[in-house]
C-alpha cells in the first residue's frame, strides 16, 4: 500500500473530515496535462419491472481503503469528483448510451458518498468512496441492450488536467 493510502485510512480512523483528506491530496503540481478519461463500473442493480438501473457511476476508493488507479495511473481525488458529480446533477441528468446516443433516460438517483456521509448514514468513516447513480432507462433499443446485458457497465467521461502530486 502507497504512503498517501496510508495517510488516507489514518485521517479516517481518526474521524478526520472530507477537507483533511484532500489536504493529504493536495499538493504542488509538478505537471499539467489536458486529458480526455473514462471509467467504467459494472450496473450494480437492474430493476426490470421499472426499467430502472443503479450502479457506481466512479468509485475512487475500495473496501479496503485502497485508492482507485486507472491503468494510466491516473486517479480522481474526491473534491473533483463532487464537483463533477454536482455539474451533472446541476446541468444535464441525462444518461448516454456508449456516451453517443443521448435522450435514453434521466437521473432518478445521485449521492457521492464521502466519509463524512459514510459516518451522517450510521456507517464507518472508512470503507468504499464514489458516486452511486440511479438512470430510468426510456429508450427501449438501449432497454433491450440492458437486459440482454450488451449493456452491463456505467460509465463516466470527461475532461480534466493532469496534475502529478508528490506524495504526502
Known sequence: MDTLTQNIEHVISEGGSDEAILNLIR??????T????????PISKV?????QIFGWAS????DDGSIVVDHQDDAIDLETL????????ANSRQPSE???KIGIGHLIESLVLTPDKREAFGLPREGKLGWWVGFQITDDLTWSKVKSGELAE???????E???YDEV
Open 27 to 32: 499538493s504542488t503540481p509538478a505537471d499539467i
Open 34 to 41: 489536458l486529458i480526455q478519461k473514462s471509467f467504467t463500473v
Open 47 to 51: 430493476d426490470e419491472d421499472k426499467q
Open 59 to 62: 468509485v475512487i476508493v475500495r
Open 82 to 89: 463532487e464537483d463533477a458529480a454536482y455539474d451533472f446533477v
Open 98 to 100: 456508449m456516451h453517443e
Open 154 to 160: 456505467l460509465s463516466i467521461r470527461g475532461e480534466s
Open 162 to 164: 493532469r496534475v502529478e
